[in-house]
């Protein structure tokens, strides 16, 4: 089994991943470590000492944050040996530790009510409903980033007293679930619980216990891993990201305990999700769910992609690249890491996406870097990290996985690679071996699949091979010599990738760097026929002409050049454009196509940019985090999905409701999708303020399955208030009809 090099071997040396961790860096700094301590403090009965941040520190997950800062320090103490950031974990992990022994048990969180909650599951007293566990939101999602954190604390930084933290949690987390049976266990895992199973089994490795490894296998979610494990994908409907830290457990699991059926959902899991449910910047979901397999063209939107997916995506990557070498896997890995990272930071203050958006027409939306989420915490890591995953080995042998400039310490070999390149913006890579004494090891070299013209290794300057296997490696084997040198180079074009299921609708990509139209300025508050989805052009001609209509243009760019209606645009790599409207994916049609579409087709785009130019706030339903932002309160509801769809509902006589956003001086309506079906069950209210809405009107239909209907609010309900209060209340011994989605628009 493969190994990768970790981040105390391998030091970045330039080019955008290095500019990225850089800006990373400065952010860490800014963070104010007892501010994310705040509520650890608290709830171990000890003064604080900072307030608190914002955003998931003050509603209810409180101390996730910390976890994933304490894992961002310790890759930046492996991958640059600052001291600021071995001091900060220090302080850190004195913090926790007096914490711990407030609490007196083991247990240490900054969890709201934590200790209660945890009482009550051991009690077998246990209520889930999918994000909730007895009234807390993911308690067990919030612990695995505490005991991640000090895992990475540990063995990136190499302080003891992280473990000695860690095995106490992990003793105290094992009373808390050594009475339960299966079948209370199972219900416990029906709430999100992240990579639990992960740290538990590193922690068990770190200390020694296999008790830790014991209790890391009950964290196996049978309503999920069976299916996987029979090849069957039913991930439709699934909340991506609560599924794949459990993936990753299993991969974990596997190479320490050796179980088959762990290996065979891993690498199921990934197949699925890569070829069926991936984006063309690698990543996947739509408003956090996955879809019906293979089935994207109608999924995109602002909220594709969450940047957490494609965290978790590549560090299963890793673990099946390490079991076995495939091309296949780190050409899914290089442009996850081009694309979907590097392209979800800004590149001015370094702030983070939570979604990435594939919208056409859409831009990124980067988060206040103080106003805390998932995504925002793994963010810390993915810029701290990128050393990981581009080298392994085994014995003699070396994999090249990924190409960045950076420096190998391959001690045991005795061996310092140095790899020289402007990659990902050109395809020439070279390295430069350093070694005492000669030195015979294998080096494997990746021709990606993008690389279709073959590439070239020359070595000494010496033209020794050309290989012509896209989606392979090429093993280099020789007595190699202080100073030897090798050279890749790697022909780069313009390739056209279409959606799975349209083949009308394409994206572009240059080498490794997927293209994204340049449509204009973001945010703006002029009106221009550069923004905006009605202006996202589409292209006009001949398929197979489509690549030869893009010329490059300066450095980086591309022109379109006679396609594009109503306009040609120029093309940019996607991680590169940020405060810009852009398109990754181009609907294409012929002239005759075009002639015949024309008009239906600017009539459904400017439906849409109308309903979203008016748009003031949206909640999707059915969803965790919208729902939350929302603050979702209900009794007797549930959700479900229609057609790709989530929605929620309630039984017999249930209700529930939203806060939505409003403008103080602005007449607004209400625009709430529903499907078509309704039953004579369904009859309810819905109230604004308090005040009961008088019959809607249909405002449009999608697919014949689904309607909006819009609602008007009173001037007088709605002026002079920031937000006002949605309910959905049904009627005695009726239900609510199923609530697809919920809008806040402009009148026009």
Request: with cysteine; hydrophobic share 35%; aromatic share 10%.
């Amino acid at each position: 089994m493969l190994q990768t090099f970790d981040l105390k071997r391998v030091r970045l040396t330039g080019g955008p991943l290095k500019e990225a961790m850089e800006l990373n860096r400065a952010y860490l700094l800014e963070l104010e470590p007892d501010r994310m301590l705040s509520k650890f403090r608290e709830y171990a009965g000890l003064p604080t000492k900072a307030p608190h941040y914002e955003g998931w520190e003050s509603r209810g997950i409180s101390g996730h944050t910390l976890g994933h800062y304490l894992s961002a320090c310790a890759m930046m103490v492996a991958a640059t040996g600052e001291s600021t950031f071995q001091d900060r974990i220090t302080y850190i992990l004195n913090e926790l530790k007096a914490c711990q022994e407030a609490h007196g048990t083991g247990y240490v969180s900054g969890i709201p009510r934590g200790k209660e909650l945890f009482e009550e599951i051991k009690a077998g007293d246990i209520r889930s409903q999918g994000f909730d566990l007895n009234e807390g939101w993911v308690p067990l999602y919030n612990l695995h980033k505490l005991f991640a954190g000090l895992r990475d604390a540990y063995r990136l930084a190499d302080h003891a007293l992280a473990l000695e933290i860690g095995q106490g949690l992990g003793y105290w987390l094992a009373q808390v679930f050594a009475g339960l049976n299966e079948e209370q266990m199972q219900e416990v895992l029906r709430c999100e619980f992240g990579g639990i199973g992960e740290v538990l089994a590193d922690l068990a490795v770190d200390s020694g216990d296999d008790a830790f490894l014991l209790l890391s296998e009950r964290f196996h979610h049978k309503e999920i891993l069976d299916p996987l494990e029979e090849e069957k994908d039913e991930l439709i409907g699934k909340h991506a990201n609560t599924q794949i830290p459990k993936i990753v457990s299993a991969a974990r699991q596997y190479e320490l305990i050796g179980k088959q059926k762990y290996r065979k959902i891993s690498e199921y899991f990934w197949q699925r999700v890569v070829h069926d449910h991936t984006y063309v910047i690698g990543g996947n979901s739509l408003h956090e769910h996955f879809g019906e397999a293979g089935q994207l063209s109608n999924r995109l939107g602002a909220s594709t992609c969450e940047t957490c997916n494609s965290y978790n995506m590549l560090k299963l990557t890793k673990h099946l690249f390490g079991w076995e070498p495939l091309a296949e896997r780190a050409d899914y890995y290089e442009r996850t890491l081009y694309n979907h990272i590097l392209g979800s930071q800004h590149k001015g203050d370094g702030s983070v996406c939570y979604y990435v958006s594939l919208e056409m027409g859409g831009h990124k939306d980067f988060r206040n870097k103080f106003d805390f989420s998932c995504c925002i915490g793994s963010g810390m890591e993915n810029h701290a990290s990128y050393g990981t995953g581009m080298y392994f080995h085994e014995a003699d042998n070396l994999y090249v996985a990924q190409y960045a400039p950076s420096i190998l310490d391959w001690s045991e070999m005795g061996v310092t690679l140095e790899q020289e390149t402007n990659f990902p913006e050109e395809g020439i890579i070279r390295f430069r071996v350093s070694c005492k004494q000669s030195v015979s090891f294998t080096m494997n070299l990746r021709q990606p699949g993008w690389a279709e013209d073959g590439m070239t290794v020359r070595i000494n300057n010496e033209v020794a091979i050309e290989h012509h296997v896209p989606s392979s490696f090429l093993a280099v084997s020789r007595l190699w010599e202080d100073g030897d040198t090798v050279e890749l180079v790697l022909p780069m074009k313009v390739r056209m990738e279409a959606m799975p299921d349209n083949l009308n609708r394409v994206a572009f990509t240059h080498g490794p760097l997927v293209l994204a139209g340049d449509l204009g300025p973001w945010p703006s508050d002029e009106a221009s026929e550069e923004q905006g989805l009605l202006y996202t052009p589409v292209w006009i001609g001949e398929r197979d002409e489509m690549v030869s209509k893009l010329q490059p243009v300066g450095e980086q760019g591309f022109q379109m050049v006679g396609v594009g209606y109503p306009r040609d645009v120029k093309l940019y790599p996607f991680y590169q454009l940020y405060n810009r409207c852009y398109s990754v994916y181009w609907d294409l049609f012929t002239e005759e196509e075009w002639k015949r579409e024309e008009i239906t087709y600017k009539l459904e785009l400017e439906k849409l940019r109308l309903l979203e130019e008016r748009t003031i706030d949206f909640v999707q339903t059915g969803e965790m985090q919208p729902e939350r932002d929302h603050e979702f309160a209900g009794e007797a509801s549930r959700v479900g999905m229609l057609a790709g769809r989530k929605y929620r509902e309630t039984w017999l006589d249930g209700w529930f409701s939203y806060q939505v956003s409003v403008q103080s001086d602005t007449d607004v309506d209400l625009v709430v999708m529903f499907d078509k079906a309704q039953e004579a069950v369904n009859r309810y209210d819905i109230l604004v303020g308090g005040h009961k809405l008088q019959e809607g009107s249909i405002a449009s239909e999608e697919r014949n399955t689904f309607i909006q209907r819009s609602y008007r609010i009173p001037a007088e309900w709605s002026h002079g208030q920031e937000s006002l209060t949605v309910k959905f209340a049904a009627h005695k011994a009726c239900k609510v009809s199923k609530v697809y989605g919920i809008r806040v628009v402009k009148r026009v």
